[in-house]
């Protein structure tokens, strides 16, 4: 299964991330530093599938 989602850098620096199947739906909302964190462990390959 492949999920997609919007990723969308906000004015103060935050960035929300929605279920682009459901845009009606709840955002998530990372501060700065959070989301700086999450792309570089995404990078390292820590989320990859054995």
């Known amino acids: ?3 997609r989602v919007e ?3 906000l004015r103060a ?3 929300a991330v929605r279920d ?3 845009p009606d ?3 998530l ?3 700065p530093a959070e989301w ?3 792309t570089s ?3 390292a390959g820590e989320f990859d599938r054995a």
């Open 29 to 31: 909302i990372f501060a």
């Open 20 to 22: 682009s199947k459901n």
């Open 36 to 38: 700086d964190a999450f």
């Open 41 to 43: 462990q995404v990078r």
């Open 7 to 9: 990723v969308s850098h």
């Open 13 to 15: 620096g935050s960035v």
């Open 1 to 3: 299964m492949r999920l």
């Open 25 to 27: 739906g709840p955002a």
